[in-house]
């Protein structure tokens, strides 16, 4: 069974650009979570999708925004891109709210 | 409230030896408490998890205890090995998942000496 895939593994963007990251959950996992993990600060949780709908979100700004596809990918969308964005972003996927998160390998994304 | 403590910061244990990683919690509404181990260049892997209707939890050499007056639970990695060194981390999520979020301690770096 394929894990959580992300793509980009990497990701070189300037201070004011825009980044796209995606993912593709577990086969069958309807639920799809972003994390950042940034050094020295942990993984702090992003959003949460499910069934295509945002569920939840954590305190970032609104220039950090998403969705998830029919098929349930989820892309991250961050806008107005900040040297402080640079991080580890971390997709993982449930099969439901209820059940344990699977993590990818995530996208590093660096800002110069 | 939401502040999942761990400790400590970084951790070396001799080849064999048992290596142990505590968390604290406030919020009494956590009802999953998961540990993961994060390699290198790689995402966080569901090691073990717990609920709070029991004490101990044991998967081949990974133990969590669990004592939830104390609200305190901690990763006993008993017979530690190399392939074990790895930066652990425990989290806790409210109750039925009802906000999708996990809740992070600051990590674990785990070294396990030959």
């Known amino acids: 069974e394929a894990g959580v895939t992300q793509s980009p593994t990497h990701l070189i963007k300037t201070r004011g650009q825009q980044a796209t990251l995606r993912c593709s959950p577990i086969?069958?996992?309807?639920?799809v979570y972003w994390y950042q993990q940034a050094l020295g600060l942990g993984l702090q949780f992003l959003l949460w999708y499910d069934e295509g709908e945002e569920r939840n979100r954590g305190n970032f700004p609104p220039r950090f925004s998403g969705r998830q596809f029919p098929n349930y990918s989820s892309e991250l969308n961050v806008n107005a891109l900040e040297l402080e964005d640079s991080a580890l972003y971390l997709c993982?996927?449930?099969?439901?709210?209820?059940?344990?998160?699977?993590f990818g390998d995530g996208t590093r994304l660096s800002i110069l | 409230q939401q502040q999942v403590k761990q400790s400590p910061q970084s951790l070396i244990v001799q080849k064999g030896g048992i290596s142990i990683i505590n968390c604290a919690y406030e919020n009494t509404a956590f009802d999953y408490f998961p540990w993961y181990q994060q390699f290198p260049g790689k995402g966080p892997a569901l090691l073990i998890a717990?609920?709070?209707?029991?004490s101990e939890k044991k998967e081949g050499r990974f133990t969590i205890s669990f004592n939830k007056s104390a609200k305190q639970f901690s990763l006993h990695i008993m017979d530690s090995q190399p392939g074990d060194s790895a930066t652990y981390f425990c989290?806790?999520?409210?109750?039925?998942?009802?906000?999708?979020?996990?809740?992070f301690g600051q990590g674990t770096t785990l070294q396990v000496k030959p």
């Open positions: 993982a996927s449930s099969q439901d709210h209820n059940q344990p998160q699977h």
């Open positions: 989290a806790a999520r409210t109750r039925s998942g009802n906000t999708g979020k996990l809740i």
């Open positions: 717990i609920r709070p209707d029991v």
């Open positions: 086969s069958g996992h309807t639920s």
